[in-house]
């Protein structure tokens, strides 16, 4: 057995046991034993984990860990996510406003009880990887659902009260990722072209009140099963703003994954925004939202950039980060398509 296995083996074994700790002060000291602990695939900034709690009689309930990386491996900038404990709230408060959410169980905003902040909830079965999704016969049925139930699901998001939890961040997101994309100091005509467009014929009402925005909703961001979308995951992107920008981010090309179905690969925007009018009373613009489209496909774009130069910066050797980075020109491409 190597080394690095033992290490691995050992860093498990630590994790299992103050896990434990944590598990018991939430659902009881029944709880005995934390088994099957596997580590998933997860994002810059966080570590994500899967493991049973055991009772006396041998009875298993499923969770997922999340636990934020070393300050040294995070991403900066727009990619570093919420503190845990706002996520948290977050996470009730969807879950209050019938937003189809993970349970939450726990959570730690400090590095006490397992070595760096970290949130706990309930593990749901289901699907999230996108070309599954969009091509598996088995969710065919799910496919034609999809698009109004994600729409109601973003409606209820956004009829959260925003002052229901602190620490939300708000920015102007033109004016955001136009200083993200100059910083960054690499050339993009195509970029520019958007950008001028963009303020040429913003639509936005300013006057308009802000919503909890989720940041990141699209296809991939939720769990699906064969009747349909069963959670919203990934919060740790959610902040104030105009509800349009996560209804533009849905919409973008970059979410259908080479499917044809405009919004996320499986279904009409007639599907996505009924449901999301139903949620809110409120109708969109077929107008504002292609000038959200346009402005979130700029977003992808520079957020594919930024990955791209982390790489070859040398500040973060990343295969994945150099992948993304080459899709910069996918996302100018798309964002070309939308413009007159």
């Not at 090309?253 to 499917?259: K, L, S, V």
Request: charged residues 25%; negative net charge.
């Amino acid at each position: 057995m190597s080394m690095s296995s033992c290490g691995g083996m050992k860093h498990e074994a630590d994790l299992a046991g103050r896990l434990l700790s944590v598990m018991r002060q939430a659902l009881g000291g029944d709880v005995v034993r934390v088994g099957s602990l596997a580590q998933l695939s997860g994002g810059a900034s966080r570590e994500t984990w899967a493991f049973d709690a055991v009772n006396r009689n041998g009875d298993r309930q499923r969770f997922i860990l999340q636990r934020r990386r070393s300050l040294g491996s995070e991403a900066a900038g727009a990619e570093a996510g919420l503190g845990m404990a706002t996520e948290a709230a977050i996470l009730q408060a969807a879950e209050s406003g019938g937003v189809p959410v993970a349970h939450l169980v726990a959570c730690e905003d400090n590095a006490g009880a397992l070595g760096a902040p970290f949130l706990v909830v309930e593990r749901l079965e289901g699907e999230t990887i996108p070309p599954r999704i969009l091509r598996d016969d088995g969710y065919a049925a799910a496919r034609g659902r999809l698009a109004e139930q994600y729409g109601e699901a973003l409606g209820r998001i956004h009829g959260i009260a925003p002052d229901s939890v602190s620490g939300l961040k708000r920015h102007d997101p033109l004016e955001y990722w136009a200083e993200v994309l100059h910083r960054i100091g690499h050339p993009h005509p195509a970029l520019e072209l958007g950008l001028r467009w963009l303020r040429a014929n913003d639509p936005r009402d300013l006057a308009q009140p802000e919503a909890l925005l989720h940041g990141d909703f699209r296809n991939g961001n939720g769990i699906v099963g064969l009747e349909g979308l069963r959670a919203v995951i990934d919060w740790e992107l959610a902040h104030l703003g105009d509800p349009m920008e996560d209804v533009g981010w849905f919409c973008i090309r970059a979410w259908r994954f080479g499917a044809l179905p405009p919004v996320g690969g499986f279904g009409t925007y007639e599907q996505f925004l009924g449901g999301y009018e139903r949620t809110t009373g409120r109708s969109v613009s077929m107008d504002v939202l292609r000038w959200w489209q346009v402005m979130e496909s700029l977003r992808w774009a520079v957020v594919c950039i930024n990955q791209g130069a982390t790489h070859l910066s040398g500040h973060r050797r990343s295969l994945e980060l150099a992948a993304v980075g080459r899709r910069a020109c996918e996302a100018e491409f798309d964002m070309l398509l939308l413009l007159p």
